[in-house]
């Protein structure tokens, strides 16, 4: 009887060992064939935007909830010289970049350094110049964030062009580069409405040094890119950027540039320009690993995490009627809520999207601009998406009925 007492147990112990086993191995066969498939349909997708040529190359990165990666090219890193894309491609992600800068000014904030509802020039006091800035006056923090502070953008005057074209390695200041909009009328009053522009971040970059009392991009290594492990985002602070593949714009006429905007390994002009309005070159693989933190709640406490995804109480002229928090974007895709951010420098174009009920991140990024003034290759990405929705759905419902 003593025997058959402990025998017993031990039989029980031995199946339920042997039953999880079983399970675990069955969720880990489900997992991986679903992902092999998932694999296959993205890779799909991509193919279909190269072969019909509405982009030379793409790269794609989808990072699911478990921290698994999926990471795919297709098409041409650069088409004259016929050299196939790469999943781990370094390109420019334009206004991405902002998500950067207002995490900057969030952890600034959390250390007691930045007050968000204090006037910007308190800080820039010693700025002559900058009195003379559209609503220089009443512009917040908060405001430059969000960009309802209504300094009118900078970036698509003519004569800042013209100036490009004569002399392409020209370092920016950004006194020099809002120079071209002082005469102009403000988009609207102080806090007032949004209008969305670089502009607002060129401030923010000054706010950042005069806090600090360091350049913008020693702050963000030690802040943001060394804890968050991003190996593959560079600062574009000069024309040649290692790994930097080839874009093409078109923006020939109106820019007065190239189509292929990068030549004997220099880009067509000196991306200092952009500096805090974008700013950094990247994979999509590290995009997606900086929406998983950021938006995951690694970089942020979750009380300032919470403001950054307050959005603007203003309407925006965004896709999908998307809002505005403090540098990232706020909006729904068939009810599925993502926050993220959209980025273009010429011969580039990028999407990052992260969905918090999915815990998933998406990053995009393509090799020319053509499609930056319309919402086509924003359709196309919720398509993407879509694919990784409904996989992680056969995923969920096959571990359910295993």
Same mark, same amino acid.
């Given at each position: ?169 020209? *370092?920016? !200041?950004?006194? @020099?580069?809002?120079? &071209? ?5 403000? +988009?609207?009053?102080? $806090? ?122 203003? *309407?925006? !002229?965004?896709? @999908?009627?998307?809002? &505005? ?5 706020? +909006?729904?895709?068939? $009810? ?67």
């Amino acid at each position: 009887m003593i025997m058959q007492k402990v025998i017993i147990p031990g039989l029980i112990l031995a199946t339920a060992l042997a039953l999880l086993l079983f399970s675990s191995h069955g969720n880990k066969k489900i997992k991986t064939n679903s992902r092999v498939e998932m694999t296959r349909l993205l890779q799909a997708r991509l193919d279909s935007l190269t072969d019909n040529q509405i982009v030379p190359g793409a790269t794609l990165s989808v990072r699911l909830s478990d921290g698994k990666n999926i990471s795919l090219a297709s098409g041409l890193a650069d088409v004259e010289e016929k050299i196939p894309m790469k999943p781990d491609d370094i390109m420019l992600s334009g206004s991405v970049g902002k998500t950067f800068v207002a995490a900057v000014i969030l952890k600034l904030y959390e250390h007691g350094l930045i007050d968000l509802k204090a006037k910007a020039v308190s800080w820039l006091q010693d700025k002559n110049w900058f009195q003379k800035v559209p609503n220089a006056p009443d512009i917040t923090v908060e405001m430059l964030l969000n960009h309802t502070a209504g300094i009118p953008e900078y970036v698509y005057q003519k004569e800042l062009w013209e100036v490009i074209k004569e002399n392409p390695d020209k *370092e920016w !200041s950004v006194e @020099e580069r809002l120079s &071209y909009i002082i005469n102009d009328q403000p +988009a609207n009053p102080p $806090g007032e409405g949004w209008a969305y522009a670089d502009s607002h971040y060129l401030i923010l970059g000054l706010i950042i040094e005069k806090v600090t009392g360091r350049t913008y991009y020693e702050v963000l290594d030690e802040l943001i890119l060394s804890p968050c492990n991003l190996k593959h985002t560079f600062h574009s602070d000069k024309r040649s950027i290692p790994g930097l593949i080839s874009g093409y714009t078109s923006l020939t006429e109106e820019f007065h540039l190239p189509h292929k905007v990068l030549n004997d390994n220099k880009y067509t002009f000196n991306p200092q320009m952009e500096w805090t309005g974008g700013g950094l070159a990247s994979t999509v693989s590290d995009l997606t690993l900086w929406a998983c933190k950021l938006y995951g709640g690694s970089v942020l406490k979750q009380e300032t995490l919470k403001l950054m995804l307050t959005p603007a109480p203003y *309407e925006t !002229s965004l896709f @999908e009627d998307a809002r &505005y928090g403090l540098g990232s974007i706020i +909006a729904e895709t068939d $009810g599925v809520t993502y926050y993220g951010h959209t980025g273009f420098s010429p011969g580039y174009i990028t999407y990052v999207q992260y969905l918090p009920d999915y815990n998933i991140a998406l990053a995009l990024q393509v090799n020319d601009d053509s499609s930056h003034d319309n919402y086509s290759l924003k359709k196309y990405f919720n398509t993407i998406k879509k694919v990784v929705l409904n996989q992680q759905m056969i995923i969920d419902s096959k571990r359910i009925h295993k």
